[in-house]
């Protein structure tokens, strides 16, 4: 079988701990911490924001990751290519 078409939604923690950051960083990560969860396709001109995903994106790996979390949120099938009918 083959699968067309699959997405998954992927959902990981990470704990990070005795950090030093700059004072513009610490704020940064705050104002975010604040506003509660963001998708990072949809970031805004929100220069705090920026500065905190870029940060974050630089400082997180998934092998820091720990209990992951996996969600199928759409699967297609591909159709056989041969010998299939539509009766």
């Known amino acids: 079988m083959k699968v067309k078409d699959l997405y998954v939604k992927v959902t ?4 990070l701990s005795d950090v030093e950051v ?3 960083l610490y704020e940064a990560l705050q104002h975010m911490a604040e506003c ?3 998708n990072c396709n949809l970031v805004t ?3 705090q924001i920026d500065t905190a995903i870029e ?4 400082n997180i790996q998934e092998t820091d990751a720990h209990n ?14 041969q010998g ?3 009766d």
């Open 55 to 58: 940060w974050l994106g630089d």
């Open 12 to 15: 990981y923690y990470v704990g």
């Open 84 to 86: 299939k009918t539509d």
């Open 36 to 38: 509660g969860e963001i």
């Open 45 to 47: 001109l929100d220069k």
């Open 68 to 81: 992951w979390e996996y969600e199928i949120t759409n699967m297609e099938d591909c159709e056989h290519e």
């Open 22 to 24: 700059s004072e513009e």
